[in-house]
């Protein structure tokens, strides 16, 4: 056979999550750099604390940048616009009394010029100076009508203006300006400020990052500590919590909750693997002993054939106990979702009452059943069947003789319960909830044939139904309830959550015939 | 009958091999796809035990969907450790007619095969079943033995009309569960047996000769005892 259809075994599993948590551990504590000068910028919260200055420093910037595009533009408009009305009521001047009005206009403005940041200058056609506070006429000059800003020697000191010329129409040449060193001044201060600024973002940047790679660490450390505990083995480890509700204490607390989770997975399947190493083992070792035996011991062909054939039954059930494991993970797998669909539970209570009547009768047990006409679900109607018949199974195998069984199915607006009830020995209160696992066998059950698997699989359908098993005290015997939604929600994917039973101590509704 | 095995593991064919052969069959085997497509494609069988997983780069389903796309209508029994139902919804939808999981008991194969080997054969439609002196009306659903009418419940007559349909064939339980109820799971307590032990009750229990026999370790089997 070159066919590898077996469970995956515990062992994977574990080498499985330790690979994992192993890369968990790696990642956090930042293991094995390759190289210093990169194992600097692989920390996390180094480059969380450049990208921090980086993103300050941007915006600071910006900012900075605009309050000086913006106040600088302000004061520049506003001397253009001075210069703009100068001009225009010069030119006025010009226009109503020619050349001596617009001397003595000029001279008025000069005398009136309180901080000396007017500029006027008017010279004739050959550039020689008529009147103006200023000395000759300036080089770069050279236009008529273009604002122009340009270093100026302003009689004694030297000086930056913003100019315009005008032309006059008897060949003069108007010149208004304003001085504008101070506002030369203010960008100065404000480049200053920036490059302040800069300087200080930078310090508070680098001091911001080593505090918070100290916290990162704090906190880092303990969770890298544990995964690094638990990748060796020591599942027993738990990040240390400070209980202040900060996102460092919430993943811890998510850590915890996994590793809790990942410890009862564990947990589980070891106790699944030990009980397939009981339960298998023991059929294995009688068949194993009796074929010896047979071998060395067998007196006759007939002896020998008849240890085989024993041999071969216990195999058999060796391969039943596999195929009911099997069929438990692929349904707890959720791989059968596909051959759902709407399925009436009446001929098929109906036909397994019929298959289970025969059985019952040769125990004096009568079998008790109602149900309405119609009882829809969507399902899988094979293994709906399967489960009932799992429930009426036990119940017929662990009725006193002479009792009654009852097979009901009842519904609500929202439920579907599907009732199995013997007088048994029952399940105490007690175990319950381990009914469901795989290989309980109740304390009563020890001695009667079973793999153990029976509730375990009619759980799993449950499950895969949205609903769940319920087991019921039938006082006496046992009352299973197969609970059912009668509206499935969105079924998608494989089951996540592990298979639970619900022990409720007495039905929600009523039972039938309590 | 003639028996194509396509089975790679030794062991596993070298029984089935001799089982068949002490059946009183004709076998032909190949431990590969290549070979047993070749085998399949160009000689006629009766019936055909597949393995699912083969080497040789055509596996189980290939061979078969491409026996059936060349209309070979050979009935297909496969044979497989792949136990999910989605594996088995697979091979069946395939065109295989049947589906066996390893580990199984060569009294279920062989039942199987020579179910399937007969079914391929086809009588036609009858409406009316003998064995001996059973007889079976399938239209007025009546039952006679000896020329006494007999009741049965319904699904009492379609258990017998299983079995007189497979009569002279050993017939297992879980063929019986399939065949007559439907159900694919395994009932672990013994629910055919008394069923059948019911019908026993009633068809054989008043005459002289039984009809319906126990096979040891394997099933049952309806059939006029041999005087």
Redesign the interface.
């Known amino acids: 056979?070159?066919?590898p259809?077996y469970p995956i075994r515990p062992a994977d599993i574990e080498s499985g999550i330790d690979a994992g948590l192993q890369r968990v551990a790696a990642a956090i504590a930042n293991e094995a750099p390759q190289k210093p000068r990169r194992a600097f910028l692989r920390s996390a919260s180094i480059r969380f604390a450049l990208l921090y200055g980086l993103v300050f420093g941007v915006s600071t910037i910006l900012l900075a940048g605009s309050v000086r595009y913006s106040t600088l533009g302000i004061l520049s408009r506003q001397t253009e616009s001075a210069i703009r009305n100068d001009g225009a009521s010069l030119l006025h001047s010009y226009q109503s009394g020619g050349i001596p009005e617009l001397i003595l206009s000029l001279g008025n403005r000069i005398h009136e010029n309180p901080d000396d940041s007017a500029i006027y200058l008017l010279v004739d056609p050959l550039g020689n100076r008529i009147v103006g506070n200023m000395s000759s006429w300036p080089a770069g000059v050279t236009e008529d009508n273009i604002f122009y800003k340009i270093p100026i020697k302003h009689f004694t000191r030297r000086s930056t203006a913003e100019m315009r010329a005008y032309g006059l129409p008897n060949g003069d040449q108007l010149l208004i300006g304003r001085d504008i060193k101070m506002q030369e001044g203010l960008q100065i201060i404000l480049r200053d400020a920036m490059f302040w600024a800069l300087g200080a973002m930078i310090g508070l940047g680098v001091i911001g990052a080593v505090v918070i790679r100290s916290v990162f660490n704090r906190s880092l450390a303990d969770i890298a500590a544990t995964t690094k505990a638990i990748a060796r083995g020591d599942l027993s480890q738990r990040v240390r919590r400070d209980m202040s509700g900060d996102e460092f204490d919430i993943m811890a607390e998510t850590i915890n909750d996994m590793l809790d989770r990942i410890a009862r997975l564990m947990d589980g399947v070891r106790q699944v693997s030990n009980a397939i190493a009981h339960d298998l083992r023991t059929p294995i070792t009688r068949a194993r002993t009796r074929l010896e035996f047979a071998a060395s011991h067998a007196a006759s062909a007939d002896e020998l054939r008849a240890a085989v054939?024993r041999a071969?039954g216990e195999?058999?059930g060796v391969?039943?106990v596999f195929?009911a494991l099997?069929r438990i993970s692929?349904i707890e797998a959720g791989?059968?979702r596909?051959?759902f669909g709407p399925v009436d539970l009446n001929p098929v209570l109906t036909?397994l009452a019929?298959?289970?009547e025969?059985?019952a009768?040769?125990r004096g047990i009568k079998l008790d059943t109602s149900w309405p006409t119609e009882v829809k679900v969507i399902g899988d109607r094979?293994m709906l069947?399967?489960a009932i018949?799992?429930l009426l199974?036990n119940a017929?195998?662990f009725a006193p003789e002479h009792s009654t069984v009852r097979l009901a199915a009842r519904l609500d607006n929202e439920v579907i319960e599907v009732h199995v009830a013997d007088n048994g020995p029952g399940i105490p209160q007690k175990d319950r909830t381990r009914a469901t696992e795989r290989f309980y066998r109740a304390e009563a059950a020890r001695n009667t044939?079973?793999?153990g698997l029976?509730l375990a699989l009619v759980a799993a359908i449950a499950q895969l139904h949205q609903g769940r098993l319920r087991l019921d005290d039938n006082r006496p015997g046992l009352r299973a309830v197969i609970v059912l939604p009668r509206n499935l929600t969105k079924m998608q994917g494989p089951i996540r959550n592990p298979l639970r039973l619900t022990a409720a101590p007495e039905s929600t509704l009523a039972g039938p015939g309590s | 009958m003639r028996i194509l095995l396509v089975e790679d593991d030794k062991d596993v064919a070298g029984f089935v091999v001799k089982g068949l052969r002490e059946a009183g069959h004709t076998v032909e085997h190949a431990d590969n796809g290549r070979d047993g497509l070749f085998l399949a494609a160009s000689e006629n069988f009766d019936a055909i035990i597949l393995d699912r997983m083969l080497p040789g780069g055509i596996d189980g389903l290939r061979l078969l969907e491409t026996l059936r796309a060349q209309d070979n209508a050979t009935p297909v029994l496969f044979l497989s450790a792949l136990t999910q139902v989605d594996d088995r919804v697979k091979g069946l939808k395939a065109g295989g007619d049947d589906y066996l999981t390893k580990p199984f008991a060569f009294a279920e194969l062989l039942a199987r095969v020579e179910a399937l080997a007969r079914r391929g054969k086809g009588e036609g439609p009858s409406t009316r079943l003998v064995v001996g002196d059973l007889e079976m009306d399938l239209l007025s659903r009546g039952v006679k033995r000896a020329g006494q009418k007999i009741d049965l419940q319904p699904r009492e007559f379609r258990l017998l009309e299983f079995l007189m349909r497979h009569a002279g064939q050993v017939v297992t339980r879980t063929m019986l569960l399939e065949g007559v109820w439907d159900y694919h799971f395994d009932p672990q307590t013994n629910v055919i047996d008394v069923h059948v032990s019911r019908l026993r009750q009633k068809i054989d229990k008043p005459f002289p000769t039984p009809l319906l026999h126990t096979v040891r370790n394997a099933g049952y089997m309806l059939r006029v005892e041999e005087p």
Do not use: C, H, W
Request: aromatic fraction near 6%; proline fraction near 5%.
């Open positions: 056979m070159a066919e259809a054939e071969t195999l058999d391969v039943r195929e099997l692929e791989a059968r596909s051959a036909d019929e298959f289970y025969p059985m009768d040769t094979d069947q399967q018949a799992n199974d017929i195998k044939p079973g793999t029976g």
